[in-house]
T-cell receptor
Framework: GAGVSQTPSNKVTEKGKYVELRCDPI?????LYWYRQSLGQGPEFLIY????????DSGLPNDRFFAVRPEGSVSTLKIQRTERGDSAVYLC?????????????FGPGTRLTVL | DQQVKQNSPSLSVQEGRISILNCDYT??????FLWYKKYPAEGPTFLIS?????DKNEDGRFTVFLNKSAKHLSLHIVPSQPGDSAVYFC???????????FGAGTTVTVRA
């Protein structure tokens, strides 16, 4: 079956611009996660959705970052007024449960470069 | 603050030999531990996990060992194969939580 897909695979933008990153989870997975992986680091948790609602957005670095999942499937991570420090790989994962023991399946990520 | 640490950024091993990857954690609330493997241009894929009620879990060529008192775990790959060349991430969580805390990763290169 299809895995988690993310689009675009690469995004180059200029400082101050707005970007949207899309995630298509595995069909039927109710839990969806966004992580950010900066150069030389492991993935860092950003936000978790259970269904349509953001159950935990404690990892979002500031109010420039926002994510939605309006129909409980596809999710969009939105970044306003991008800064050079936002450059990273943004990873999306989904699982069919809400515990860490439920395997999280990751997409290939979107590499964001802010010039 | 980094709650999960992988202090070796890289490891080179000959094909057929054992690869040992190490991971330390600081949060005593962590009781579930995972290893993920990542190839270039792909997302991390789950490899093996261990609950804190165990000290060892084995799956084929992969074995994870957990030393709770030392807050240390390791992944053994025996024998190492060229297809094992990848970045390996250690991750940890509390069982009833969903958030994973990752280490920075160890790049393994298996030489033919």
């Amino acid at each position: 079956g299809a895995g988690v897909s993310q689009t675009p695979s690469n995004k180059v933008t200029e400082k101050g611009k707005y970007v949207e990153l899309r995630c298509d989870p595995i069909s039927g997975h109710t839990a969806l996660y966004w992580y950010r992986q900066s150069l030389g680091q492991g993935p860092e948790f950003l936000i978790y959705f259970q269904g349509t609602g953001a159950a935990d957005d404690s990892g979002l670095p500031n109010d420039r970052f926002f994510a939605v999942r309006p129909e409980g499937s596809v999710s969009t991570l939105k970044i306003q007024r991008t800064e050079r420090g936002d450059s990273a790989v943004y990873l999306c994962a989904s699982s069919d449960g809400q515990l860490s023991t439920d395997t999280q399946y990751f997409g290939p990520g979107t590499r964001l470069t802010v010039l | 603050d980094q709650q999960v640490k992988q202090n070796s950024p890289s490891l080179s091993v000959q094909e057929g030999r054992i690869s040992i990857l190490n991971c330390d954690y600081t949060n005593s609330m962590f009781d579930y531990f995972l290893w993920y493997k990542k190839y270039p241009a792909e997302g991390p894929t789950f490899l093996i996990s261990i609950s804190s009620i165990k000290d060892k879990n084995e799956d084929g060529r992969f074995t994870v060992f957990l030393n709770k008192s030392a807050k240390h775990l390791s992944l053994h790959i025996v024998p190492s194969q060229p297809g094992d060349s990848a970045v390996y991430f250690c991750a940890a969580s509390e069982t009833n939580d969903y958030k994973l805390s990752f280490g920075a990763g160890t790049t393994v290169t298996v030489r033919a």
